[in-house]
Each structure stands twice: as structure tokens, then as C-alpha cells.
């Protein structure tokens, strides 16, 4: 599935009421924004930005890291990462659906020519090990060079155990290569697994997190790993455009979701829980949920038509006209939103 078909342009609707199309549609609010408007600001170019230099050195202390890179988008923040890892003609083994290898549209081929070998990601969402040291090249003049394995907690909204993210780990080091954690939903990750930031950081040299999810900032990410392999990033950073001047006004909203914005991520997985037992309730489709996100596959399709039929009353769900329908929560919607949407359900199927 692509998880981001039929997602633009469906809300222009300003009667909107709950949007669950994605963790990213999150809106700051008022405190954030009063954080942003107070925030002392220099140029970060030129490593002046307090906000900034805060943010970059919370977030590695809290990971257990040396340093920290603040980045424009996710996406950013793992090509940097790729690159600052690899080179010309070495590769990355990457689960084939994480998000490194499916919708980055191949940035550290094109830009690095760095390969990408896939392999399956299990339904469970991790890398199996053995699959891992299968896919690791041999030192011979007609292979790639491996260089690096790169993971994905959360997959799916599913957050793999530290066990399953340690025996991938280890495959991957045993065989000679460094390791990369998308941690886009870190932080969803930690929370469902009941562990701590060191404890599934330390699983990995570098770690990318997205602001702009579920802790609710309007742009943001942040590389996190050692000294020397964040300023190759930060070199590869202004190379690709992204090194911006007073960006403490986004890095004040981050250090405002990190301080307000993470305990309240199990809200999200719990009212996730609540609106897949009322789709298993009513009985209409098959239905898994994890974290903040919840798949709905109807049986009988008609997808367009609750997509409309939501819409009418105020809830945007992404399109598509067939398959697994995504439903994502995040601090944007209330119990009241939820409620909408359960009722809206419940008339469609009823
Ligand atoms: C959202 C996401 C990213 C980064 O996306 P951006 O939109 O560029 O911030 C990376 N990995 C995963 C798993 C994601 O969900």
C-alpha cells in the first residue's frame, strides 16, 4: 500500500473537525506558538542560534548521543544520515517498506550513489537477522560495498521490541556495518515500549526524529550520533539546501513539544485502541491497530463512499479506492473528534 495516496487536497473543506489522515497534520497551538514568539533567535549557519544549539544538545543528551543536527524535514534527516555514513558505490540494507527505501524517492542513489538493497520487513515490523547477514556482500570487485543497515521504529505505527531492534542490530554489526534508526515516531515508539530513550537509541549510531508528527511542531527533525559523523551531516546539510538562519523560531516549538507534547503520546494510542474495538465492533472489515495508528480494511470496498460520507460530517480520512484505510491520531483530535468519528462510522455501517 502507499500509505500516501489520496492524502492531498482532500480537507480544503473548512468545516474540517478531525483529520486522520496523518500524525503530520497537527497544527501548533497557542502555548507552542507563545514559545516561538518569546524565542531568542540568532544565525544558525553561522551556529548562533541558542534555540537551536539547545535543541540539538537536548535532544543527544537525552538519547545518549554526542551530538545533534536540527534538519528541515525527516526525510532530510535520514539523507544526511545515509550520506554521511556511505559513499559512491557502498550500500544500505533497509527493510524494502521502511520509509528509506519506499518514500524517499531513492535521494541517497541519486545524490550519493549509494545503493539501497531491500530486504522483507516481517509482519511484526522488524528485520529478521539471518535475512540481514544473507543480504551482507562478500569483499569481491563485483559487489556493492555493504556499508550500512538502516531501521525503522515505529513501522506501521508498530513499535518492534528493543529484543527484535537488538538481534537486527547485531546481525548488522557482526557483519561490519554501522546502523541507522528512522525514529520519525520515536517517541510513540519509547512510549509503547515502556523503555527508555537510551535504551533503544543505543541500539543505533544515528537516530533521525520527526518534530512535526505527533509532538506537533510545524517543521522539524533532528539527526542525532556521534561528533564526527554529525558534521559530515552538517556538511551535507547546507550541500542540500537545508541550513537555515533563524530557525530557533521552529526549534523553540520543538523544545516546547518536548517538554509538553511527549507523555500525552499515549493519549493518542489509547484513543487509537478505542476506534479499532468500535471497527471490530461493528464488524464491516479487518482491523489492526498499534500506537497512534489503526488499519481498516472494509470488506465490501466502498472506500470512496465513507470517505465522502465522513467528509460530510467534518472527518477527513485519505482516499483510495480499495485496500487497508490508515486512521492516524494525534493531539489534534479530542475525545470529541473521536466521538464524530465513531459516530460517523457507526451511521455508515449502521
Ligand atoms: C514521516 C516519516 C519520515 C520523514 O518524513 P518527512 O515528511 O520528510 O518529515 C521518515 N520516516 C518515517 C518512518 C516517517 O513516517
Redesign the pocket.
Known sequence: MNQYAGMSGTSRNSTVACDLRSD?VTRPGTAMLQAMYQAELGDDVYGEDPQVNRLEAELAERLGKQAGLFLP??????LTALLAHCGRGEEIIVGRE???HY??AAGASVLGGIALCPVPVRADGALDPAVIAGAVKDDDSHFAVSCLLSL?NT?NGLAVPLSDMAAAAQAGREAGLAVHL?G??FFNAITDLKCSEVDLAGLADTV?I?L??GLGTPAG?VLVGPVDLIAKARRWRKMLGGGMRQSGVLAAAALYALEHNVARLADDHTRAATLAAVLRDLDVGAVSQATNMVFFTPSEGRNDALCRFLADRGVVIAGGSAGAIRLVLHRDVDDAALDRVVAGMRAFYG
Open positions: 503530520t524535514t525527516g526525510t532530510q534527516s535520514n521502511y520509509h528509506v518514500y524517499e525503522e513501522h528512522d520519525a515516531r533521525s520527526c512535526s508528527k527533525s
